[in-house]
């Protein structure tokens, strides 16, 4: 089983300011699988950025994916107030799929 | 449109049954993969496991293998996830995530299902 973990575990940053999230995987994935996703308090996930690089439909250019092997990266190029939330990353892999413990990203 | 709509809260008793569903609209239902997702309260994302509604064929993860029946009827567009006796630490909340053809990403969610088990 992969074994995904993210860091750090919360962010305290600004409004304007650059936020840089990391994941990494226990083993080598393939980075067609590797997903970014946004929870907002009370709200249900939104997926930002599939296959490591991809922004999702609608998902601001200011959100950025970058990575391979297993270390992946989340890059919010300049936070705005609703960027505040926590940010999940997620594989998937033969044994179905498994989800990162999350970022918190906050003021 | 693409949405999935899920059934509402739930307050049950422990060793009660139960069934939420979550029904899909604005896009072939029978072709695409759906998860369910759990969430405990303050915790993070569980996948708990994923069916094609075509054949509904399912997988589980092992930490849920026997523990729900994910099934679906794709003549009304809708998954469901199902206990066969509840126990306090089943309260959560419950999302279904269709599964992208291209990504497996879950690329569409419904808005989540509250559970709560309390005697």
């Known amino acids: 089983e992969i074994v995904l973990t993210q860091s750090p575990g919360t962010l305290s940053l600004s409004p304007g300011e650059r936020a840089t999230l990391s994941c990494r995987t226990s083993?080598?994935?393939?980075?067609?699988?590797l997903a970014w996703y946004q929870q907002r308090p009370g709200q249900a996930p939104r997926l930002l950025i599939y296959?490591?690089?991809s922004r999702a439909t609608g998902i601001p250019d200011r959100f950025s994916g970058s990575g391979s092997v297993t270390d992946f990266t989340l890059t919010i190029s300049r936070l705005e107030p609703e960027d505040f939330a926590v940010y999940f990353c997620?594989?998937?892999?033969?044994?179905?799929?498994?989800f990162g413990p999350g970022t918190k990203v906050d003021i | 449109e693409v949405q999935l709509v899920q059934s509402g809260a739930e307050v049950k008793k422990p060793g009660e049954s139960l069934k939420i569903s979550c029904q899909g609209s604005?896009?072939?239902?029978?072709?695409?993969?759906i998860a369910w997702v759990r969430q405990m309260p303050g915790k993070g994302l569980e996948w708990m496991g994923t069916?094609?509604?075509?054949?509904?064929?399912?997988r589980y993860s092992p930490a849920f293998q026997g523990q729900v029946t994910i099934s679906a009827d794709k003549s009304i567009s809708t998954a469901y996830l199902q206990w066969r006796s509840l126990q306090a630490s089943d309260t959560a909340i419950y999302y279904c995530?269709?599964?992208?053809?291209?990504?497996?990403?879950?690329?569409?969610w419904g808005q989540g299902a509250l559970v709560t088990v309390s005697s």
């Open positions: 069916m094609y509604p075509g054949d509904s064929e399912a």
């Open positions: 083993q080598s994935i393939s980075s067609s699988f």
């Open positions: 296959g490591t690089y």
């Open positions: 997620q594989h998937y892999g033969s044994s179905g799929i498994t």
């Open positions: 604005g896009y072939n239902f029978s072709i695409y993969w």
């Open positions: 995530g269709r599964q992208s053809m291209f990504s497996s990403a879950l690329d569409y």
